[in-house]
């Protein structure tokens, strides 16, 4: 018999791909917030048909709780979470609510299972914030979180260590770095910048002298399956590639890729969010993950550029 796992934030980007790889391996139950939106299934419809869908709002303790006993899985992964950290600093009680309360439900729902082994948590690289250091990040890494949304993340990962401590919750928090390879939302920079080019108008680039660490899709979801199949049962991980990417480089290159022959402005759109502050640079050491999961990254970058570019190319012919 298979072994059950529960995957939140399942009509996500990661969720929905990470839904439709373990359904190969696992019995999976997508829990999915409630929603009238007809649309929210459509990443599962490849996946549909060996997966239980089951509805909750993740902020509803008495929800969850019902669900997860019924479900009965041996693995939670967390992907559930209001990503978008640009809209966090006007919106701070719903990301609170939404990555660190929904966290803290769906932790003790889970103490109440008798054969539950692992706890696999969506945490962030925007954890680490501001730092001096320029060079790849490693866990033992003070983070100062600099988003509304990267607190609730920490805070998250805090009410996981103390679970583990007091309450023998075995569980592991990955710490990703941005990933791309969206199929479809076009509103990250990445995907952003590729659609934009490719429609031939004119790309704004708020942070130009940024520096991010960049991974593709699939090399993400394999993080997951190694978080999930591994011995470890306590631990914060970080997922990434090293790569320390400047975005006007990134414009550059699919510029290139795209043939974009339009302008790259260095400031926000005009309609973009309030965006305070961003940290000018992130990148992660992930040996650790290597060493204890046996988890590298495959994809590299250009290779990822290309299959981003020719997606979404593919969907205006």
């Known amino acids: 018999m298979m072994d059950r796992i529960l995957v ?13 790889r373990l359904s190969k391996e696992y019995a999976v139950t997508a829990l999915v917030r409630t929603t009238s939106n007809r ?31 019924d479900a009965a899985p041996q693995y939670i992964v967390h992907a559930g979470a209001a990503t978008a950290v640009r809209h966090s ?22 103490l109440d299972l008798p054969a539950f082994k692992k706890f696999v948590f969506a945490s962030t690289m925007e954890i680490y914030g501001w730092q001096d250091q320029r060079s790849p990040f490693s866990e033992e890494v003070r983070p100062h979180p600099e988003s509304p949304y990267a607190v609730a993340k920490l805070a998250a990962e805090e009410y996981l260590r103390m679970a583990g401590k007091a309450f023998g919750l075995p569980y592991l928090a990955s710490r990703a770095c941005n990933t791309y390879g969206r199929k479809t939302n076009a509103g990250f920079v990445v995907e952003y910048l590729a659609t934009t080019m490719l ?30 199949k591994s011995k470890a049962a306590a631990g914060v991980y970080n997922f990434g590639t090293g790569n320390q990417v400047r975005m006007m480089d990134l414009a550059e290159r699919l510029r290139e890729l795209t043939g974009f022959q339009g302008k790259i402005v260095p400031s926000f759109a005009p ?32 290779d990822g550029l290309r299959r981003t570019v020719g997606f979404w190319k593919a969907q205006r012919t």
């Open 271 to 302: 309609d973009y969010p309030w965006r305070p502050v961003t940290s000018p640079y992130l990148s992660l050491d992930a040996r650790k993950a290597k060493a204890d999961l046996g988890w590298s990254p495959r994809v590299s970058l250009e």
């Open 89 to 110: 600093y006007e919106n701070p009680l719903e990301f609170q609510e939404t990555n660190h309360t929904a966290t803290v439900n769906l932790v003790h729902a889970a």
């Open 8 to 20: 939140t934030g399942a009509t996500g980007f990661i969720g929905s791909e990470l839904v439709a």
């Open 39 to 69: 649309h929210a299934l459509d990443p599962l419809k490849d996946a549909l048909n060996a997966i239980e869908v089951r509805y909750a709002n993740l902020t509803d303790f008495s929800a969850v709780r019902r669900l997860v006993k």
């Open 199 to 228: 429609r031939g108008e004119t790309v704004y680039l708020g942070t130009p002298e940024a520096v991010r660490d960049l991974m593709y899709v699939d090399d993400h979801v394999e993080a997951y399956v190694a978080a999930i």
